[in-house]
């Protein structure tokens, strides 16, 4: 049975600080992996989906990076800024349609 | 920019009422998911549709959950009766392969 952990489950950083946010699933059998995050009293927002024959992908200030082989995936956030502050959630697509979701991390970025 | 609309978006009752939760997927798309979120269980899938066919719905607890897609243009979730533990918030998101496009949610608690 596939399990999506992710650490660590809350972060604060300082504004402008680089951080990693990590996420490992137990079943290297995906099809891909997704980030999202979901902003208080919202629903989730996807930010970068990666296939699993990929290694990356990149949008602006984020970089996610996967290794299925060690069922890892980091997603990296340069320069951070306070309107970053949100609970980013990785996702693992299984089958055609079941996605399993990881736990959480809870970013808070101090200005 | 379409959107998944929920409703409502907020709902207390005491339990063994019925409760119902409606969702209007973004036109086009073929598939609808529902999710609950809570604190200790994290996002977990309920049921999904394509094509307005219900394909999976062993996430639920089926004595007393149950969903339905009358249109292609409303979901439905039912819980009857309602208990305490279903107090959760519930997610409603649609999709044409990835990624999943999540309304808002329904902040559900039974008293």
């Known amino acids: 049975k596939q399990e999506v952990t992710q650490i660590p489950a809350a972060l604060s950083v300082p504004e402008g600080e680089n951080l990693v946010l990590n996420c490992s699933f137990t079943?290297?059998?995906?099809?891909?992996l997704q980030w999202f995050r979901q902003d208080p009293g919202k629903g989730l927002t996807s930010l970068l989906l990666i296939q699993s024959s990929q290694r990356e992908q990149t949008s602006g200030r984020l970089n996610a990076s996967l290794d299925k082989s060690s069922g890892r995936s980091t997603l990296y956030i340069a320069a951070s800024q306070p309107g970053d502050s949100a609970t980013y959630l990785c996702?693992?697509?299984?089958?055609?349609?079941?996605?399993?979701f990881g736990p959480g991390t809870s970013l808070s970025v101090i200005p | 920019d379409a959107r998944v609309t929920q409703t409502p978006r907020h709902k207390v009752t005491e339990m063994g009422q019925e409760v119902t939760m409606r969702c209007q997927p973004i036109l086009g798309h073929n598939t609808v998911f529902w999710y609950r979120q809570t604190m200790m269980q994290g996002l977990e899938l309920l049921a999904y549709f394509r094509n307005r066919a219900p394909l999976d719905d062993s996430g639920m607890p089926k004595d007393r959950f149950s969903a339905e897609m009358p249109d292609a243009t409303l979901a439905t979730l039912k819980i009857q009766p309602s208990e305490p533990r279903d107090s959760a918030v519930y997610f409603c998101?649609?999709?044409?392969?990835?990624?999943?496009?999540f309304g808002d949610g329904t902040r559900l608690s039974i008293l």
């Open positions: 998101a649609s999709g044409s392969g990835q990624p999943q496009h």
């Open positions: 079943d290297s059998a995906i099809y891909n």
């Open positions: 996702a693992v697509k299984t089958s055609y349609d079941k996605v399993i």
